[in-house]
Nanobody
Framework: QVQLVESGGGLVQAGGSLRLSCAAS????????MGWFRQAPGKDREFVAA????????TYGDSVKGRFTISRDNAKNTLYLQMNSLKPEDTAVYYC?????????????????WGQGTQVTVSS
């Protein structure tokens, strides 16, 4: 089993940047493909980005392409999400997730483990 803990959320002005982290423990981090999702009040959980086990392959949701970058440091058991040019519509709780099959998934289905989330609020 993998435990995931997100951090790095907060309040930022539109146009600003934040970097989220997701610390993993319990099993070999590099065995898992990883993803970031977000959920705004009253909305479904939305795919943000995903990354392969090695970090060599990434994919992004259309709403964040060109602004967000997903990365991982397997030596530190940590997943990152660099968020630039933030917009008020990026406001949400951000979650990291782990998939033990190693498949890069763009939907919630198939991820085995989830963190508790970190709040990101972007003011206009």
């Amino acid at each position: 089993q993998v435990q995931l803990v997100e951090s790095g959320g907060g309040l930022v002005q539109a146009g600003g940047s934040l970097r989220l982290s997701c610390a993993a423990s319990g099993r070999t981090f590099s065995d898992y493909s990883m993803g970031w999702f977000r959920q705004a009040p009253g909305k479904d959980r939305e795919f943000v980005a995903a990354i392969s086990r090695s970090g060599g392959v990434t994919t992004y949701g259309d709403s964040v392409k060109g602004r967000f970058t997903i990365s991982r440091d397997n030596a530190k058991n940590t997943l990152y999400l660099q968020m630039n040019s933030l917009k008020p519509e990026d406001t949400a709780v951000y979650y990291c997730a782990a998939d033990r099959t190693g498949v890069i998934r763009t939907t919630r289905i198939g991820y085995d483990y989830w963190g508790q989330g970190t709040q990101v609020t972007v003011s206009s």
